[in-house]
């Protein structure tokens, strides 16, 4: 089924979304190694990579179903924050973000009869799940800490332990 033009510009939209998720990520890892908090840095990073990988299901999908694909700017993310917590907690927000925007895009797919797309974006809907869970721990883990440095140590040294197989190949 050919698709939707508006449903496409959506999904472009999307990709840049997703990427720019990604550069921002990347510039919470920056943050991270500037204070030699390695295990955050390195969370932020599998992040960043995650988040690109996401741009990428989209864009096999239209390529895949010979949709034109276009790649937007993306601007340039900060790598200074005022804590750890405030970085977290932006994190958290762009993924509330995101959260909006896919279910946007979900309810555009049904509303096209595009079931196609509704089937990639099923997987995009359960993912935002997971990552909403995961940085709304991180920050309430962040708030128990409060000011002890030895409490972010030590979640500092938890989070290290995060590595690439525990995330899907493409997830
Ligand atoms: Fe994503
Ligand atoms: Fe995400």
């Known amino acids: 089924m050919s698709m939707d033009a508006n449903l ?7 990709i840049r979304g997703e990427f720019a998720a990604s550069y921002v990520y990347l510039g919470m890892s920056a943050y ?8 955050f840095a390195g969370w932020m990073r ?3 990579q995650e988040e690109w ?19 937007a700017e993306l601007s340039s993310p900060t790598t200074d924050y005022y804590d750890p917590k405030s970085a977290v907690a932006a994190a958290l927000a ?11 895009l979900y309810a555009q797919a049904i509303s ?24 709304r721990t991180l920050l309430s883990q962040l708030t128990i800490a409060g000011d002890s440095g030895a409490a972010l140590l030590i979640l500092d040294r938890e989070l290290s332990e995060r590595d690439a197989s525990d995330d899907e190949p493409m997830g």
């Open 94 to 104: 762009q993924e509330q973000d995101t959260t909006r925007d896919v279910n946007q």
């Open 46 to 48: 599998a992040q960043s």
């Open 53 to 71: 990988a996401h741009g990428m299901r989209i864009f096999d999908h239209l390529a895949a179903r010979d949709a034109p694909i276009s790649l």
């Open 32 to 39: 991270f190694e500037s204070l030699d908090l390695k295990g």
């Open 8 to 14: 496409v510009s959506a999904l472009n939209a999307q």
């Open 112 to 135: 096209c009869g595009d079931y196609q797309a509704k089937g990639l974006l099923d997987w995009f809907v359960n993912e935002q799940t997971e990552e909403e869970d995961s940085l």
